[in-house]
């Protein structure tokens, strides 16, 4: 889901940018390049992740479109790595001119577009781990049909995740975590679900 969500934040920030020739705060700039980073290596492109971070930084330093340094790098890349990058290009200009339709409707094509269903497959050890994985996505998109848009979509992710952060700040409850996260905790009790033994 939040590969999905940082593909339709980067559209944004790109629309943004395009708009206003620019962004009005380095902060702004930063989150626009690390989503750059994160959705380019989502599904794996194989361009290497000191290449990704350079071509990040060359944007920032010229104030111009990540897409154009991508595509300027490209001819650097091996054969089939330009390939999947150039696929990467068409799906990015596409998904600009998809932010205003029905969020449902460019998350299913964005889905489709990367063939996210196999990449999500192939990341996971287990058949049933993939599976849960696909489902999640395919939820993302049943959730999206309450919203009219892509930004519509965002700022309802966000005021959840803000409204969560005040419930967990305002009562007791349970502590969901990932094994890397809990470590260095202290807890009485913990569980493991989905463990299975071998």
Request: hydrophobic share 40%.
């Amino acid at each position: 889901v939040q590969t999905l969500l940082q593909y339709l934040y980067w559209a944004l920030l790109e629309r943004r940018r395009r708009q206003n020739d620019g962004f009005a705060t380095a902060k702004t700039a930063d989150r626009y390049a690390d989503r750059f980073a994160r959705i380019l290596k989502t599904p794996n492109r194989y361009v290497q992740h000191g290449r990704i971070d350079k071509m990040a930084q060359e944007a920032r330093r010229r104030e111009t479109s990540v897409l154009t340094v991508l595509a300027e790098h490209r001819g650097e890349m091996h054969e089939r790595t330009a390939e999947r990058v150039d696929h990467f290009l068409d799906v990015a200009e596409a998904l600009l001119d998809r932010l205003d339709d029905p969020p449902e409707k460019t998350l299913d094509w964005l889905i489709e577009a990367i063939d996210y269903e196999r990449a999500l497959r192939e990341r996971s050890a287990f058949t049933e781990r993939g599976d849960a994985r696909v489902r999640t996505a395919w939820a993302l998109v049943g959730y999206a049909e309450a919203y009219d848009s892509a930004p519509d979509l965002l700022r309802g992710v966000r005021s959840l995740a803000a409204e969560q952060q005040h419930r967990s700040e305002s009562a007791p409850a349970l502590d969901l975590r990932s094994i890397h996260r809990a470590k260095g905790k202290e807890w009485p009790v913990v569980l493991v679900p989905g463990c299975t033994e071998g």
